[in-house]
């Protein structure tokens, strides 16, 4: 299967300030999504953004997939985008890969 | 719209016994994948069900097996149970056509936490 390489690993930010998460991957992928994960676990959708630049208010995401990685900018943060983010990437007729995921504190 | 439901919340499970997981697909998807989540990781891909077949298995032992039901709806059954067995287990749904190119996005139910003492 595929290696997806979330970094940073750690990220913590003073309220207000903007941030870059990177998902790299190993191989040519036709799926990949951004997902926020809550302090209860549930996994809720940012992006699927295989290719391409999608915006979601001050969320943003860009996918090159032809140089294999993604990038999730978040703007102006607040206390409520703590938590962690995971990229998860499929090739072609395959399984979802997810990374190790991005730990964000945000504080007030 | 409802989305995709999981039960049970919490199970707590002996070492060596049996366990059941439940999970209905949201509205209008027909395919259900399941996920473990160990602590402190990604989730990682235990298989795929789609017309009522296991289509992809990820690198987990014959003691975790499936199925789906005919309204979609899935059962993802550990037998055996050891303690590496507790975890988070998340299922998804997507609305997928096999073979070839497939683009599909997965939508995640709240999980069953289950812990094996």
């Known amino acids: 299967g595929i290696q997806v390489e979330q970094s940073p690993p750690d990220l913590i930010l003073q309220e207000g300030a903007n941030s870059t998460l990177r998902c790299n991957f190993s191989?040519?992928?036709?799926?990949l999504q951004w997902f926020h994960q809550n302090p209860w676990g549930q996994l809720i959708n940012l992006f699927y953004?295989?290719?391409g630049t999608k915006q979601n208010g001050r969320l943003s995401a860009t996918t090159v997939a032809t140089e294999r990685y993604s990038l999730l900018y978040i703007s102006s943060s607040q206390t409520t985008d703590s938590g962690v983010y995971f990229c998860?990437?499929?090739?072609?007729?395959?399984?979802?890969?997810f990374g190790t995921g991005t730990s964000l504190t945000v504080i007030p | 719209d409802a989305g995709v439901t999981q039960s049970p919340t919490h199970l707590i499970k002996t070492r060596g016994q049996q366990v059941t997981l439940r999970c209905s697909p949201k509205?209008?998807?027909?395919?259900v994948s399941w996920y473990q989540q160990a602590l402190g990781q990604g989730p990682q891909f235990i298989f795929q069900?789609?017309?009522?077949?296991?289509?992809q298995r990820g690198n987990f032992p014959d003691r975790f097996s499936g199925h789906q039901f005919p309204n979609y709806s899935s059962e993802l059954n550990v037998n055996a149970l050891l303690l590496g067995d507790s975890a988070l287990y998340l299922c998804?749904?997507?609305?997928?056509?096999?073979?070839?190119?497939?683009?599909?996005?997965?939508?995640f139910g709240p999980g069953t936490r289950l812990t094996v003492t």
């Open positions: 509205s209008g998807h027909d395919t």
């Open positions: 069900y789609y017309e009522e077949e296991e289509r």
């Open positions: 953004i295989p290719s």
């Open positions: 998860a990437a499929s090739p072609p007729g395959n399984q979802f890969y």
């Open positions: 191989d040519s992928v036709n799926n």
């Open positions: 998804a749904s997507s609305s997928y056509r096999w073979g070839g190119r497939s683009s599909y996005e997965q939508y």
